[in-house]
């Protein structure tokens, strides 16, 4: 499965960014998809991902609350919607795809997409 990225950018504190994720293939739902991301310095953090069928969903704490993952299986996308953004929330987010869910590390997804930069100001 190939997977693209987009709906980053920059937004100052307190507002709102929708990331997609569009994905390729007909074997889409049988995909967990998980969002990623990278700040400056930093490692992948796992912030949300979520289950083929879209039954199933995990965040991180630090964005529980604040952000919400979802997909639409017959449009072959999932959404992150970022909603009371913070500073620290500034980061490169990628989308990756695992034949399982429910892990949380980089090692367990096998296709990535390309990233997409979320710049919050403060």
């Known amino acids: 499965v190939q997977l693209q990225a987009s709906g980053g950018g920059l937004v100052q504190a307190g507002g709102s960014l929708r990331l997609s994720c569009a994905a390729s293939g007909r074997t889409f739902s049988t995909y967990a998809i998980a969002w990623f991301r990278q700040a400056p310095g930093k490692g992948r953090e796992n912030v949300a991902s979520i289950s083929g069928s879209g039954t199933g969903t995990i965040y991180a704490a630090s964005v529980k609350g604040r952000f919400t993952i979802s997909r639409d299986n017959a449009k072959n996308t999932v959404y992150l919607q970022m909603n009371s953004l913070k500073p620290e929330d500034t980061a490169v987010y990628y989308c990756?795809?695992?034949?399982?869910?429910?892990?949380?590390?980089?090692?367990?997804?096998?296709?990535w997409g390309q990233g997409t930069l979320v710049t919050v100001s403060s």
């Open positions: 990756a795809a695992a034949r399982s869910y429910g892990y949380f590390t980089v090692e367990n997804y096998d296709y």
